[in-house]
């Protein structure tokens, strides 16, 4: 299933040119996910406090595809693709009126508190999909 999440672009997240300036996908992206474990009903503050981890971002692939500009309302989207031991890799995306201007492929590691990789909580495993979605 599609995690949705509406971001509207303000002033500050665009360059000279009006545009949103790159690196601001992702902290797009960061809030998607966030609110997309949240929606799962898990609780990353209570994750760190249980020593289940936290998430730590390993990898991004992305591919910038048209502009984003000032006032833009943005349909932020994350699609579980799949996870190991330790890794969750997720789907994410921006879209304007339908059409697609962001997308990435992430790939999160659950780090223990000294830092090393650590299994993916029990309770979160039990709330990813059966099937990655496509």
């Not at 009903?41 to 910038?64: I, L, P, T, W």
């Not at 890794?87 to 990435?104: C, D, K, N, P």
């Not at 000294?114 to 979605?133: C, F, N, S, W």
Request: aromatic fraction near 10%; proline fraction near 4%; hydrophobic fraction near 45%.
């Amino acid at each position: 299933m599609t995690h949705h999440l509406p971001i509207r672009v303000y002033y500050e997240d665009t360059d000279l040119a009006g545009i949103v300036y790159y690196a601001n996908y992702l902290k797009f992206i960061e809030r998607a996910r966030s609110e997309w474990l949240r929606d799962l009903g898990f609780d990353q503050a209570a994750m760190k406090a249980q020593g289940q981890g936290v998430f730590a971002v390993r990898r991004v692939v992305a591919d910038y595809r048209a502009p984003a500009r000032f006032d833009d309302v943005l349909d932020m989207r994350t699609n579980y693709l799949s996870h190991s031991a330790a890794r969750l890799v997720l789907h994410q995306s921006a879209y304007r009126a339908g059409q697609i201007l962001f997308e990435a492929e992430v790939t999160l590691v659950c780090l223990a508190e000294t830092g090393r990789p650590q299994a993916l909580p029990d309770a979160l495993l039990h709330k990813l999909p059966q099937k990655p979605v496509t």
